[in-house]
C-alpha cells in the first residue's frame, strides 16, 4: 500500500495537473477570502432588526436568527474557511484524474498486472487522493489564517478569534470536507472514465447541479409546501452539506446542525468508493 500511494503521488508531481488545480484553488481562494471578509465587516457593524407590526416570538425569532449570524465567532469561521467551494471541486477533479488518467494515458493495464488485486489499487488512489486533499486544505488553512488574522486585528480592532471551538471545529471540518470530496471524485472517475467527459460533467454539476438543485427547493418552499423543512432538507445536495458541516448559518437559517452535513457528505463519500471499488473490480480495462 505504501509504494502504492508513493507511485500515486509520483504520478501526480510530474504531470502539469496539480499546479495548474493549485493555481486555481489559489486564485479562487484570494476572491472568496475577499468576498467573505467583506461581508465578515458589513455583518459585524450592521445594527439589529426592527420589524415592523411583528408578534414577539416572531421578533425574538428574527433576531436570534440575526444574532446567530452576525456573531464574531460564525463570520470568523466563515473567513478562516475561505475557499472550501471551489476548493472541494478541484480536489474532486483531481480524485477523477487519478481514475480517468490511467485509461487516458493506457497505463491501467500496467497498473493492474503490477497489482492484481483491484481492490488494493482502488485503496491507493483513494489514500492518495486523501493526502493530496490534506495538502491543500493545509495550505488553504495557512494563507486564510494569517490573512484573516490581520484582517481581524487591523479591520475589525479585535483579538483574532482563534480560541474558539466553533471557529476550531469548522477548520477541522473543512478538512474532512476536502478529504470526502476526494474520495468522490474518485468514485465519479471510476464512474464515468472518459476523460473528458469526466471532468466537465464533473464540474458542471458540482457548480450548475448546485444551484439548481437550491432553486428547485427554494421554488418548492415557495410555491407549493411551504415548510421550513424543505429548506432544511436542501443539505441532502453534497455541496449544500459541506457548506452546512463547516458554518450551518452561512447558506440559510433553517440548515441543519453541523452534525447532519457531515453525516450527509460522509455517506456520499462511502458510496462513491463502494460504488467506484465495485466497478472498477468488474470493468474491463481494454
Known amino acids: 500500500m505504501t509504494r502504492l500511494i508513493r507511485a500515486e503521488l509520483l504520478k501526480i508531481r510530474t504531470t502539469n495537473t496539480w499546479w495548474l488545480f493549485g493555481i486555481g484553488a489559489f486564485l479562487t481562494l484570494a476572491l472568496a477570502f475577499l468576498v467573505n471578509a467583506v461581508q465578515a465587516h458589513q455583518f459585524l457593524h450592521e445594527s439589529p432588526p426592527t420589524p415592523q407590526n411583528a408578534s414577539p416570538a416572531e421578533v425574538a425569532r428574527i433576531q436570534e436568527q440575526f444574532a446567530a449570524q452576525h456573531h464574531v465567532y460564525q463570520q470568523a469561521a466563515n473567513v478562516f474557511t475561505s475557499g472550501q467551494f471551489f476548493g472541494c ?22 497498473t493492474y498486472l503490477t ?44 483579538s483574532p478569534p482563534l480560541g474558539d471551538w466553533t471557529v476550531q471545529r469548522a477548520i477541522l471540518l473543512n478538512l ?49 409546501i411551504k415548510k421550513t423543512w424543505v ?50 473490480r468488474r470493468r474491463d480495462i481494454s
Open 115 to 158: 497489482t492484481p488485486h483491484r481492490s488494493t489499487v482502488v485503496l491507493g488512489k483513494l489514500g492518495t487522493a486523501m493526502i493530496a486533499a490534506a495538502f491543500l486544505w493545509l495550505a488553504t488553512t495557512v494563507l486564510n489564517l494569517v490573512a484573516g488574522s490581520i484582517f481581524f486585528s487591523s479591520v475589525e480592532h479585535i
Open 89 to 110: 471541486m478541484f480536489i474532486m477533479l483531481l480524485g477523477m484524474l487519478m481514475i480517468t488518467n490511467e485509461y487516458y494515458h493506457q497505463m491501467a493495464t500496467t
Open 176 to 224: 474532512v470536507a476536502y478529504a470526502l470530496w476526494a474520495v468522490f471524485g474518485v468514485g465519479f472517475g471510476a464512474l464515468i472514465r472518459n476523460q473528458l467527459a469526466a471532468t466537465i460533467t464533473g464540474t458542471l454539476a458540482y457548480v450548475f447541479g448546485t444551484q439548481v438543485a437550491q432553486g428547485v427547493f427554494f421554488l418548492i418552499f415557495t410555491f407549493w
Open 231 to 280: 429548506l432544511t432538507a436542501m443539505v441532502s445536495v453534497p455541496a449544500v452539506a459541506s457548506q452546512v458541516m463547516i458554518s450551518p448559518n452561512k447558506m440559510y437559517p433553517e440548515s441543519p446542525p453541523q452534525w447532519v452535513g457531515a453525516a450527509v457528505l460522509i455517506g456520499y463519500g462511502l458510496l462513491a468508493g463502494a460504488i467506484g471499488t465495485w466497478i472498477l
